[in-house]
C-alpha cells in the first residue's frame, strides 16, 4: 500500500479510536478496497467491525436489505442505493459507523446519466440519517476505484459528513 493510504488510514483509526467508534463499510466498485486499506494498519481491530462486498444487486438486496424498488428506480449506482447499502451495513454489525460505496468504474458500463467514473457514496451513525453524495472521478478502473477509496475515508472524518457526531 502507498503512502497516502497508510497515511489516510492511520487518520481514519485515529479519529475513530479517539471517539470509541467502530466502523463497518459496504462496498460495490471498491470491491473491498476500503477494508484492505483500514486493516493494514496494526491495531484497527479495535475500530474496523466488518465489511461487506456486494458486488450484485442480489447482495445488495441479501445482505444488506437495499429494496428491490430502490434497485429498480434508482439504480445500483444512486445515493439512495448508497444510503441503503449504509443503513444496512450498520444493521448488520456490531459498528457504529458505516460507509457505503457504489460505482461505475468502467471502462465499461457507463451511460449519459451515469458515465464512466460516476460513484455514489453514503456515510451513516447508528440512530441517525445517511449522509449521502455523488462524485464523478476521471482516470481508468485503477484510477476511479483508489480516488473513491480515498474520498469515502477522507469524507468520513470530515465535520460535515456525520453532523450527528459533531453535536
Request: glycine share 10%.
Amino acid at each position: 500500500m502507498d503512502a497516502d493510504l497508510e497515511t489516510l488510514s492511520a487518520q481514519v483509526g485515529a479519529w475513530l479510536k479517539g471517539r470509541g467508534l467502530r466502523l463497518a463499510t459496504a462496498e460495490s466498485c471498491t470491491g473491498g478496497w476500503v477494508a484492505q486499506v483500514v486493516t493494514a494498519t496494526a491495531g484497527s481491530s479495535a475500530w474496523f467491525e466488518r465489511g461487506f462486498i456486494t458486488y450484485s444487486n442480489e447482495a445488495k438486496r441479501e445482505l444488506l436489505g437495499v429494496a428491490e424498488q430502490t434497485l429498480a428506480s434508482k439504480g445500483a449506482v444512486s445515493e439512495q442505493t448508497a444510503a441503503e447499502m449504509a443503513q444496512g451495513a450498520l444493521a448488520a454489525s456490531h459498528a457504529d459507523v458505516a460507509l457505503a460505496i457504489t460505482g461505475i468504474a468502467g471502462p465499461t458500463g457507463g451511460s449519459a446519466s451515469r458515465p464512466v467514473g460516476t460513484v455514489c457514496f453514503a456515510w451513516a451513525v447508528r440512530g441517525a440519517p445517511p449522509v449521502s453524495q455523488r462524485a464523478q472521478f476521471d482516470g481508468d478502473r485503477e484510477a476511479v476505484r483508489r480516488a473513491s477509496v480515498i474520498f469515502a475515508l477522507t469524507r468520513l472524518i470530515a465535520a460535515a459528513t456525520l453532523p450527528a457526531l459533531n453535536q
